[in-house]
């Protein structure tokens, strides 16, 4: 009997060792989970060296943004023109701290992005506290609110937005890289194991000056890691293996 | 070794290990991709799976995603999600038992779904590419190994340009004997052995046999060209799209490199010249590029009424209208693809609005030249056509 036991527990442990592995460094594709982080973020690090003062946060400071909501935009004619512009209504838990209806500005728009959009500040309300999460099936995002990763991500991003703007210049020149205005932008968050952010990384981005995209879904090999902690580096993804003809074999060749 | 005989076991025993299976059981259960949280017209039939399949390898486990509603779903093929993009993965698909040599591998992006109506007629599909069972020359080590068009993707599923973004897989079954099997990797080794005469074509409305290539005027002669590009009696490069090549390979089935002769090429789809016209009404034993929706809502029994809501209220229709809300979705080739086919996709919804008139469907095979794209292979399968089968569709959520 005793031996029985300890089989169950070996067995046990097996089957525990497998799903803390699973949840061990979990990494989530934030386009999936909460797309409208993903269209934030993506417009806050395209845009961060263009972020008006308020958006700026101290590394210890809390979330400034716990909800968002499309707006229309008061500037009708440049909305129109604009393809790229997107309107956020930030919600804040701290009733001291600016809250504001920013509208992000497309790179035609930059010269003008420097004065700001319209401002304006908004509590979140009782009934906005309990509005669903964001996913892929809410087409309209006026009627959910980001995820706490989705959060997260965006609290970085705010954070670390005086450096992206320089960290990424310096990875264009020192890698050789240029923007990518083709292939998809894809968000991965890779939680710690008590589910605090890591690292996020940003694909599609960015691509190298003389690497060819040849199929239309292609993505670049190079990505933007940004560390909890506001480091920024890149990654370059490589085979783990590469293929030589002549060192495999069909069946019919054996 | 002892061997257990349960029938000897003690009760408590009993109960640890059925506990232990249930836990298991569970473990693998609740390990569901939210990847797969799509429309049901983007899901296959199910009577067009192949029979039920199991794994041999405990590191690849089956689930099944059905929907709500609709005979339709995915059988789903979950790997570790550490080996995604890493010939790792390649192996384990090996070990598995689950892909077979000929095997057409689709890469889906269900970000596709509810975004714009010519995503949705592409049922989300992106890339297509043909599947080997290989082996290394040393080691004897079986894994998958791609096909593709670009031939630099050719991979165990490891180029990064392409599978390190690419969240599923789709696999669809041609009927291949053994002696087709053969002659395709006959094939493929030539292939292996000259990828410098191939080359990528962006532009996927254009078939090789409207390109003013001489001698290549129809769409069997693409397949001979690249036969003759394989036994060097021509020294032309075969550029091709995606699934270009992998239509024009597959239609080398019934053909042996060792003595080829034209007569033996085959396209793969049974139609007028082996490609894909636009529309056929009815889908009367066959089906048109712009069909793949209808048919996968045909096959999984939606009612007539039911089809026609969903083809004209939420498939043939964008659904996003802001380009922002489409960077994490699309790239901006495909989103000027849709871009390109918009007032098609408003004649489309109109035939299916005014109840599939022969006189729309002849109007828009008028315009559209016959081809084959990356969802044709699952548009014919979820047709029942050309013996074309699902077999699952891979994750790495494990």
Redesign the interface.
């Known amino acids: ?1 005793q031996t ?2 300890n089989l ?1 527990l070996v ?2 442990l097996i ?1 525990g060792a ?2 803390l592995a ?1 949840t061990k460094g979990q ?1 989530l ?1 934030l ?3 909460d ?1 409208h982080s ?2 934030f973020a ?2 806050l690090i395209q845009n961060a060296g263009h972020l008006p003062d308020w958006m700026h946060l101290e590394p210890d400071a809390p979330r400034a943004a716990v909800g968002v909501q499309s707006v229309e935009s008061l500037d009708v004619e440049r909305s129109e023109k604009s ?4 309107n956020f209504l930030l919600f804040t838990d701290t009733p001291n701290a600016a809250s504001n209806q920013w509208r992000v500005p497309s790179r035609d728009d930059l010269p003008a992005a420097k004065h700001g959009g319209i401002v304006k500040s908004q509590q979140l309300d009782e009934e906005e506290v309990t509005l669903p999460l964001c996913n ?2 809410k ?1 309209d995002p006026s009627d959910c609110r980001l995820s706490n990763v989705g959060e997260d991500v965006v609290s970085l991003l705010l954070r670390s937005a005086p450096t992206i703007a320089d960290e990424v210049a310096r990875l264009h020149a020192s890698k050789d890289l240029v923007v990518d ?7 991965l968050v890779e939680l710690t194991e008590d589910e605090q952010l890591g690292h996020v990384e940003f ?2 981005l960015v691509r190298g000056r003389h690497e060819q ?9 190079f990505a933007i890691r940004i560390a909890s902690d506001g480091e920024i580096s890149l990654l370059e ?5 590469s ?1 030589d ?10 | 070794m002892r061997i257990f005989n349960t029938t000897e076991m003690i009760p408590s025993f009993k109960q640890m290990l059925l506990a232990f299976a249930f836990l298991s059981l569970a473990h693998s259960a609740f390990g569901q991709s939210n990847v797969l949280r799509v429309s049901p017209f983007m899901m296959p039939p199910k009577e067009t799976w192949t029979p039920h399949v199991d794994s041999a390898d405990p590191n690849v486990t089956i689930t099944e995603h059905l929907p709500d509603e609709g005979e339709l779903g995915f059988r789903v093929i979950h790997l570790r999600s550490s080996v995604k993009a890493r010939k790792q993965a390649a192996i384990d698909l090996a070990r598995s038992g689950l892909i077979q040599t000929g095997d057409i591998l689709l890469s889906f992006r269900p970000l596709w779904d509810r975004t714009l109506a010519y995503a949705h007629m592409q049922l989300g599909i992106s890339h297509s590419a043909i599947a080997f069972i290989v082996s290394d020359a040393e080691t004897g080590e079986e894994f998958v190994m791609t096909l593709e068009s670009p031939i630099s993707y050719s991979s165990p599923l490891n180029y990064p340009q392409h599978y390190s973004d690419l969240d599923v897989i789709h696999v669809i079954r041609p009927s291949l004997d053994e002696t087709q099997t053969r002659n395709l990797e006959k094939w493929a080794r030539l292939v292996l052995n000259k990828q410098d005469r191939f080359e990528f074509f962006t532009d996927y409305s254009k078939p090789m046999y409207t390109r003013g290539i001489g001698g290549v005027e129809t769409p069997e002669d693409q397949i001979k060209l690249l036969a003759e590009v394989l036994i060097d009696t021509s020294q032309s490069k075969f550029v091709s799209y995606c699934s270009e090549f992998v239509w024009s390979f597959l239609g080398l089935r019934n053909c042996s490199p060792d003595v080829f002769n034209a007569n033996c090429i085959t396209p793969l789809f049974g139609t007028s010249n082996g490609m894909m016209t636009g529309i056929f009404p009815k889908m009367a034993g066959n089906a048109g590029l712009v069909q793949g929706p209808e048919a996968a809502l045909t096959g999984g029994n939606f009612s007539t009424e039911a089809r026609k809501s969903r083809l004209t209220e939420s498939i043939f229709v964008d659904v996003v209208s802001n380009p922002s809300d489409l960077e994490g979705r699309m790239s901006a080739g495909h989103r000027k693809v849709a871009a390109e086919n918009r007032e098609g996709m408003k004649i489309i919804n109109g035939y299916y609005a005014n109840g599939e008139l022969e006189a729309i469907a002849s109007a828009v095979n008028e315009i559209l030249v016959d081809n084959v794209s990356p969802t044709s292979f699952l548009i014919r399968s979820n047709s029942k056509l050309d013996g074309l089968r699902y077999v699952g569709s891979i994750v790495f959520d494990r």
């Open positions: 009997m029985f036991r169950f067995a046990s089957v497998d799903c699973e990494r594709i386009n999936y989970s797309p993903v269209d993506l417009s393809s790229r512009a997107r892929v099936e087409a205005h083709r292939a998809v932008k894809r968000v694909s599609g995209l040849q199929a239309p879904d292609a993505t670049s090999v993804r490589v085979p783990d293996s293929i003809g002549s060192l495999i074999k069909f069946s019919f060749e054996q």
